[in-house]
Structure formats: structure tokens, C-alpha cells
């Protein structure tokens, strides 16, 4: 099966849910969109600006395992 940046994202999701509180699963990773995999590269999509330095600034370490 080839992966999409859409099923590589939902297996991120799974580790991450696994690993994290349910309610900053819901407020800082349902909003997010995959847009492309290129190799091991998944490009996300996040709301804003704000929202992309919270994720670097608390969950770089755990967005980079998944």
C-alpha cells in the first residue's frame, strides 16, 4: 500500500493520542491538516502562527518520534 500524507497522519495521530492528555490532543492536534508527504517529509497545515510556535515550543520532541 503507498502511503499518503493523509494515512502517514493518521498513524501520528494514533502515537500522539497515545502520549498525550485527550484535551490538548483536541486543541492542538485535530486542527491540523497533512498537505504533502515527500519521502519521510509530512508537511502539515497548523491555523496560525501562534499555534505553529506553541507546537514547536511544547511538542517539537513528540511531533518529530511520531
Given at each position: 500500500m503507498t502511503k499518503t500524507a493523509d494515512s502517514v497522519w493518521e498513524e501520528c495521530l494514533?502515537?500522539?493520542g497515545d502520549n498525550i492528555k485527550p484535551q490538548a490532543y483536541k486543541t492542538w492536534f485535530e486542527p491540523i491538516t497533512p498537505i504533502k508527504?515527500?519521502?519521510?517529509?509530512?508537511?502539515?497545515q497548523v491555523p496560525s502562527k501562534f499555534f505553529y510556535e506553541w507546537l514547536e515550543e511544547h511538542y517539537i520532541k513528540l511531533l518529530r518520534v511520531a
Open positions: 494514533a502515537f500522539i508527504l515527500s519521502g519521510d517529509a509530512l508537511t502539515i
